[in-house]
Each structure stands twice: as structure tokens, then as C-alpha cells.
């Protein structure tokens, strides 16, 4: 354990010359750095995703504090992978900030996937941006290995370890002879300059409810439009803006509802969104719909009265 944590601390405490992570994501590719008795011949170097990800954007947003990505420019790049085989993408992702890059390099999560998006944070770590997700598996996950100055020697490099320990990747452990094999993360120049947005939200002319029209922006718009999507009236991305397409759809929802299709989302509208599909099943149990029911009125709850606490 002390060899680990040794190493871990060793990596935070490199310098800034050892790798620039401004360098690496606009230079692309480079290479591993060669190490006597590492072999990274086999390794395969994948680029980063080229689309943004809103959800990952939330968590990122949650994660290091809407003041500061406010304040500061942010970008990250990420790449999905499955590490745990259950048949959904974790998320590795890269984040460059000078408020949580230094000396030691950038903050680095992987965020575990499921079914309804990304769950949990199973590592958090400073790195360089260049992961290697070997194909050795702990605990049913993905090795991942990583580089930075040998604890003993601070002037050569060392790799070490990752390994997942049940609940998270644990500190890296230094290994001396391997053929690394899997595919290198993260050093890409696909990255995405994460937009600081603000809360603009409409009040209802007849209360004190809010509506949402044109020129509104922020997570309870991107609320809406992620319902609009799921109702199939909504094809484009989702970037928490309230514009002449979420205006659209929101006409288009509105006439096929037979309310008045002025593109304003208000009470009535916004009742109507909340509504679950499957509600309307007749094969679904009482407890299921029960709890449909209090999932409509959250919502609904949320939208119109309490939007800036919407992430």
C-alpha cells in the first residue's frame, strides 16, 4: 500500500515541464513515453469523441462548481468505454481548467454508465490525459494504466497500475516489466470548450409560474427540450437554449395536444410534457402507475416553480 500511495504522490507532485496538457490536446497524438522493460508496441491510440455530451457536461458542472467553470474557460475531452462488460460505456474524461490543472496535471474521472445515463464516479485522479485501458481485468474492470515520475528517481518515468478495488480505482502501483495492451485514451485534440450558461427564465404574465419562450437558457430549458426529445417532437442537440427549433417542437406539441400553438411553454404545456408515456399503459402495475404519478408531478412542480434548482 505505501508503494502505492508513494507513486500516486509522485505523479502530483511532477512538473509542469514534464507535459504540458494544453500541449497534448492540440498537438493530437503522442506517444508513450519508452521506459526500460515496458513494451507499448501494442497498444492502439484512439481518438477522443467528436460530439459534445450534455449529461456529461452536468456532471462536470456539479463536479468542479458552476462559479468557477463560470469564471474560468473550460474544455474537456472524454472517450467511452465499456470497462466492466455490462453492456454500458463508462465515461473517461479529461478535464483542462486552470483552476484544477497544475503541476501535477488535470483532473481525470471516469464516471460508471447504466441505463439511464452516468451513475457514479469511480476515480477522480490529476493526469496527464493518457490512459491506457489495458485488457487485464480486477474485480471484473478494466486495468488502466498511467505514467509519471518513478517515486525513487523523480528525473526518469515510471508506469503504474490502476486496478478497480469494488468500489473505485484504487492508487496506482508501479510495475517494472510488461507488454501493455489495450487502447490509449484521452490525448486528443477533440476537445469541447464547456459553455458557462446562464439561468434566464421566463415569468407567466397571469402568476407567479414561470413559462419558457425564446431566449430563455439554462438546465430546466434543456429539461423541456430532453422531453420534447423523448415525445419525438425534438431531433436536434440539446444545449440548454431555448430557440426557434425547441420553438417549434414546442408548437408542434401543442397542436397535436389541441392547445394553442403560440411555442410558449406554460402550465398547460408543461403539464402535458411531464406526462410519461407509459402512464397511458394498461398492462403497467397500480404501484407502477403510483409511481408515474408522483414522477408527473415532480416535474411538473419543478418546471413551474422551482427551475433554478433544476441541474
Not at 455530451?53 to 465499456?82: A, C, F, M, P, W
Not at 501493455?180 to 486528443?188: E, H, N
Request: contains cysteine; proline residues 3%.
Amino acid at each position: 500500500m505505501k508503494s502505492w500511495l508513494k507513486f500516486s504522490l509522485s505523479i502530483f507532485c511532477s512538473g509542469a515541464a514534464f507535459l504540458n496538457p494544453k500541449l497534448v490536446q492540440a498537438q493530437g497524438f503522442e506517444r508513450l513515453p519508452e521506459v526500460p522493460g515496458i513494451d507499448t508496441s501494442q497498444v492502439q491510440y484512439v481518438r477522443g469523441e467528436t460530439v459534445r455530451d450534455r449529461n456529461l457536461e452536468q456532471v462536470i458542472v456539479r463536479e468542479i462548481g458552476r462559479d468557477i467553470i463560470d469564471s474560468v474557460e473550460t474544455s474537456y475531452s472524454y472517450h467511452k468505454i465499456d470497462l466492466n462488460s455490462d453492456g454500458y460505456d463508462e465515461a473517461l474524461v479529461s478535464i483542462i481548467n486552470s483552476a484544477v490543472c497544475g503541476s501535477a496535471g488535470c483532473q481525470t474521472l471516469i464516471l460508471q454508465g447504466s441505463s439511464s445515463g452516468y451513475k457514479s464516479i469511480v476515480s477522480n485522479y490529476l493526469s496527464f490525459g493518457r490512459w491506457v485501458v489495458g485488457t487485464g481485468t480486477n474485480n471484473g474492470w478494466k486495468n488502466i494504466y498511467n505514467f509519471g515520475r518513478c517515486p525513487d528517481d523523480r528525473s526518469k518515468v515510471c508506469y503504474g497500475v490502476s486496478q478497480f478495488d469494488g468500489g473505485e480505482y484504487g492508487l496506482n502501483r508501479v510495475i517494472s516489466k510488461i507488454t501493455l495492451r489495450g487502447q490509449v485514451v484521452l490525448a486528443s485534440s477533440e476537445s469541447h470548450l464547456l459553455q458557462a450558461k446562464d439561468f434566464q427564465y421566463s415569468r407567466c404574465s397571469q402568476s407567479d409560474d414561470y413559462c419558457y419562450r425564446i431566449g430563455d437558457r439554462g438546465p430546466a430549458v434543456g429539461r423541456i427540450i430532453e422531453l420534447l426529445i423523448r415525445k419525438g417532437y425534438y431531433q436536434d442537440d440539446n444545449d440548454d437554449i431555448f430557440g426557434s427549433a425547441t420553438e417549434t417542437a414546442i408548437k408542434n406539441f401543442q397542436r397535436d395536444l389541441g392547445l394553442t400553438p403560440d411555442g410558449i411553454a406554460g402550465y398547460r404545456t408543461i403539464d402535458e410534457l411531464c406526462v410519461p408515456r407509459e402512464i397511458y399503459s394498461p398492462r403497467i402495475s397500480q404501484h407502477r402507475r403510483d409511481q408515474l404519478g408522483r414522477a408527473h408531478r415532480v416535474c411538473r412542480t419543478g418546471l413551474l416553480s422551482f427551475p433554478e434548482k433544476l441541474e
